[in-house]
């Protein structure tokens, strides 16, 4: 008995499933004694046609197509007015049916002023009432009734108001690769997760939100003026040797803008959604065209404060270990002390908040690079390792090496600072394989260190002729 009652429920599930599908498949409800002049499940519409614009939307594939047969035209449609088309022939209604259908005359309708066609259903538009200018009387098979006059806006759309000018249609969470070749850079941007890497022409860290800024700037990026609806001149626009490239691949994705010449107001451009060229705003090439530099992340160090629980700094002569004791810090083999806590954490913030405000170019600083393989060997070999290009960096005697480690021993963050001729530079030779940290010379602010002199001075030896510190509490 319990398995038949459970079997009639969930046939009973089923069933109301079913019905509901069914249902949102064809579309709204009519009002309570509403007059129905037409349906169109919009899922299955293939094409509507509009006179006398002499216009047809057709379906292709997952998207949607504004065609002018008469003027050899063909653009991917505008899909937010395609969309809205749709839901308002879903259901066509009317509280104010005409009685005598048959007096076309008196209605508009012997000679319709426009029209509009949905797989062969026939909807004519003709005169509004004397009574009521914002509606007007609308006829198919089912017969004559008062409608909204809105929907005399469809057919009278040409087709410029109809196609889609929106450059780039894409979702950015598909993008998992950009390539994007510029006269200021050539580069290669793969995604890793919620992480973005730089493969060429150098391993680097991107800088994430500069590429989802761009990537949102590249989504709301609309054309205002179509210079050549064939595309086949590709010389007179530049396009034959694009001055520059941008393609976005990933799962079901794989669009691509190449822009040409420079124009009036912008660049001449063109996608691989359709063959029509069109003018791209000067902002957008100015966005794509940014140096190398400007993509890459500026975080000297990637780490969380949290689990960090171990600090080495080695500057002035003398090594220091910090240590963490649940929310307390010690030096060394000495006791909780709230001062050192105090210098723990501005260290930890400091290498948190450490941004670049340039990148020694990866030629110059190839010979740099460690040998290292892992973190452990990065640790050993830190200190003593250095070659004949550090000096011009001051790596080869850093003023200061900040080490910091999670529970587990492992290098969150290893950074030496070197001076050389007046200018700060730093190096991560920690552990994250993603930066090539080894290889990649930080330019600071010559001031950068200046916030971590306190946290210094409590832990260190005191610089020569430096004045006596006083205790102070701290946090």
Wanted: proline letters at 5%.
């Amino acid at each position: 008995m319990k398995s038949l009652r459970s079997t009639l429920i969930l046939l009973l599930a089923a069933l109301c499933g079913g019905a509901y599908l069914w249902l949102a498949e064809r579309g709204p409800a009519p009002r309570q004694g509403a007059f129905v002049l037409l349906r169109a499940t919009k899922n299955e519409v293939k094409s509507v046609e509009f006179s006398p614009s002499n216009l047809k939307l057709r379906r292709e594939g997952d998207s949607w197509h504004i065609v002018d047969e008469k003027g050899k035209l063909n653009a991917p449609a505008d899909p937010d007015s395609t969309q809205n088309l749709l839901d308002a022939l879903q259901l066509v209604q009317s509280d104010a049916p005409v009685k005598n259908p048959e007096k076309l005359s008196a209605y508009g309708l012997e000679k319709p002023r426009s029209q509009i066609k949905v797989d062969g259903q026939t909807l004519d538009f003709g005169a509004s009432p004397g009574f009521d200018a914002r509606r007007v009387y609308a006829r198919t098979q089912a017969g004559i009734a008062l409608v909204d006059s809105q929907f005399l806006n469809w057919p009278q759309k040409s087709f410029e108001s109809w196609r889609d000018k929106i450059i780039l249609r894409f979702n950015a969470e598909q993008v998992v690769q950009i390539v994007l070749q510029t006269p200021q850079t050539s580069a290669v941007f793969t995604k890793n997760e919620e992480n973005w890497n730089i493969e060429k022409p150098l391993r680097a860290r991107a800088d994430a939100a500069t590429i989802t800024s761009a990537l949102a700037a590249l989504q709301a990026a609309r054309t205002t003026q179509w210079l050549d609806e064939n595309g086949k001149n590709l010389e007179k626009w530049g396009l034959e040797t694009p001055r520059a490239t941008l393609s976005l691949r990933g799962e079901n994705l794989g669009a691509q803008l190449e822009i040409g010449a420079p124009q009036k107001g912008g660049y001449a451009a063109r996608t691989s959604a359709s063959p029509a060229i069109f003018l791209l705003q000067g902002s957008v090439y100015a966005l794509l065209s940014r140096p190398l530099k400007a993509w890459r992340d500026p975080r000297i160090a990637v780490l969380d404060a949290n689990l960090i629980s171990r600090i080495e700094v080695a500057a002035r002569g003398a090594k220091r270990t910090l240590l963490r004791n649940g929310e307390n810090w010690r030096l060394g083999g000495g006791k909780n002390d709230a001062e050192i806590r105090g210098a723990a954490l501005d260290l930890t913030e400091f290498l948190g908040a450490l941004r670049a405000a340039d990148f020694v170019p990866s030629t110059t600083a190839q010979s740099t690079k460690s040998q290292s393989t892992t973190a452990q060997s990065t640790k050993n070999e830190a200190t003593n390792h250095t070659t004949t290009s550090d000096a011009r960096f001051g790596l080869d005697s850093p003023i200061l090496t900040l080490q910091a480690e999670t529970e587990n021993g492992e290098t969150a963050a290893l950074v030496r600072f070197g001076r050389a001729q007046g200018q700060l530079y730093a190096q991560n030779l920690g552990s994250d394989s993603s930066q090539a940290a080894a290889s990649t010379i930080f330019v600071l602010q010559t001031d950068a260190l200046t916030p971590i002199e306190s946290a210094l001075n409590k832990i260190l030896p005191q610089p020569v002729g430096s004045k006596p510190r006083h205790s102070s509490s701290h946090r």
